[in-house]
């Protein structure tokens, strides 16, 4: 098996200006946001990735058949507008690895003419967040006011931290290539999979690809997870009186 193999289910009119990464990080806020608009935008998959950096596992199907894992590109072409995706449940188990699989996305993201990449994740701030910013990183400066303007923040520029993984690499590989590269990052505990942090991500990545798309699913998800975080507190409250009970 090679390091990385990319496997093509079409070669034709494949190119895209922008490519969405949503693969898995902090809260699943960006594979949340990701899946969502392939699903609202109708992507079709048009690669598989497979490679010796991802986890020695197999994904054992609904039927008991096992499958390699891998990663996905999608493409989708409504209303006029191309854009890919690269999804997936796995990022490289080693650091090395990373390097190398980001390296094969931008191989990919050149060959299909991707001039833009908005890589997505989430912002753990170790605690439930009531109204979650949507903090923003760039790999050109010019690009911050465009960022700015649609709803993203740069209130985290001045801390001096980190973006781990692929949405990081690609920034910064991605400059090397002259591609354009804008991180947005939905604020989160980093506890749960926050589709509220994803419900406002996808309102300042709507602005900046300038489209429109249905937020109701995630909404949805965003009430039953806060329906959800509410009775774990009623919960958590109602055990803390009883011991205060017993104590007395």
Same mark, same amino acid.
């Given at each position: 098996?090679? *390091?990385?193999? @990319?496997?093509?289910?079409?070669?034709?009119? &494949?190119?895209? *200006?922008?490519?969405?990464?949503?693969? !898995?990080?902090?809260?699943?806020?960006? /594979?949340?946001?990701?899946?969502?608009?392939?699903?609202?935008?109708?992507? #079709?998959?048009?690669?598989?990735?497979? +490679?010796?950096?991802?986890?020695?596992?197999?994904?054992?199907?609904?039927?008991?058949?096992?499958?390699?894992?891998?990663?996905? %590109?999608?493409? $989708?072409?409504?209303?006029? /507008?191309?854009?890919?995706?690269?999804?997936?449940?796995?990022? $490289?188990?080693?650091? !090395?690895?990373?390097?190398?699989?980001? #390296?094969?996305?931008?191989?990919?993201?050149?060959? &299909?003419?991707?001039?833009?990449?908005?890589?997505?994740?989430?912002?753990? @701030?170790?605690?439930?967040?009531?109204?979650?910013?949507?903090?923003?990183? @760039?790999?050109?400066?010019?690009?911050? !006011?465009?960022?700015?303007?649609?709803?993203?923040?740069?209130?985290?520029?001045?801390?001096?931290?980190?973006? @781990?993984?692929? $949405?990081?690499?690609?920034?910064?590989?991605?400059? %090397?290539?002259?591609?354009?590269?804008?991180?947005?990052?939905?604020?989160?505990?980093?506890?749960?999979?926050?589709?509220? $942090?994803?419900?406002?991500?996808? +309102?300042?990545? +709507?602005?900046?690809?300038?489209?429109?798309?249905?937020?109701? +699913?995630?909404?949805?998800?965003?009430?039953?997870? #806060?329906?959800?975080?509410?009775?774990?507190?009623?919960?958590?409250?109602?055990?803390?009186?009883?011991?205060?009970?017993?104590?007395?």
């Amino acid at each position: 098996m090679e *390091p990385v193999t @990319v496997s093509f289910s079409r070669d034709d009119n &494949l190119d895209a *200006p922008v490519l969405i990464e949503g693969l !898995p990080g902090i809260g699943h806020v960006g /594979k949340l946001v990701a899946d969502h608009l392939i699903d609202e935008l109708e992507g #079709e998959m048009i690669a598989e990735i497979s +490679s010796l950096h991802f986890p020695p596992q197999v994904v054992v199907d609904e039927q008991g058949v096992t499958h390699l894992v891998n990663n996905k %590109v999608y493409r $989708s072409e409504k209303n006029g /507008k191309a854009v890919l995706f690269l999804v997936g449940d796995f990022q $490289s188990s080693s650091a !090395p690895g990373h390097y190398i699989l980001t #390296e094969r996305y931008l191989d990919i993201a050149e060959s &299909l003419g991707v001039r833009r990449i908005y890589a997505l994740g989430g912002y753990g @701030v170790g605690h439930l967040v009531e109204n979650p910013r949507v903090l923003s990183a @760039v790999n050109m400066e010019r690009l911050r !006011p465009e960022v700015e303007a649609a709803g993203g923040s740069f209130e985290n520029a001045g801390s001096e931290g980190v973006i @781990v993984g692929a $949405s990081g690499l690609l920034l910064g590989l991605g400059e %090397v290539r002259g591609i354009e590269g804008i991180c947005l990052m939905g604020e989160t505990s980093g506890y749960i999979a926050d589709p509220k $942090s994803a419900d406002n991500l996808l +309102s300042v990545l +709507s602005r900046l690809l300038g489209i429109e798309v249905d937020h109701t +699913s995630l909404q949805q998800r965003a009430g039953e997870m #806060e329906q959800l975080i509410a009775r774990v507190r009623e919960a958590e409250e109602a055990k803390g009186r009883e011991e205060l009970s017993y104590i007395g």
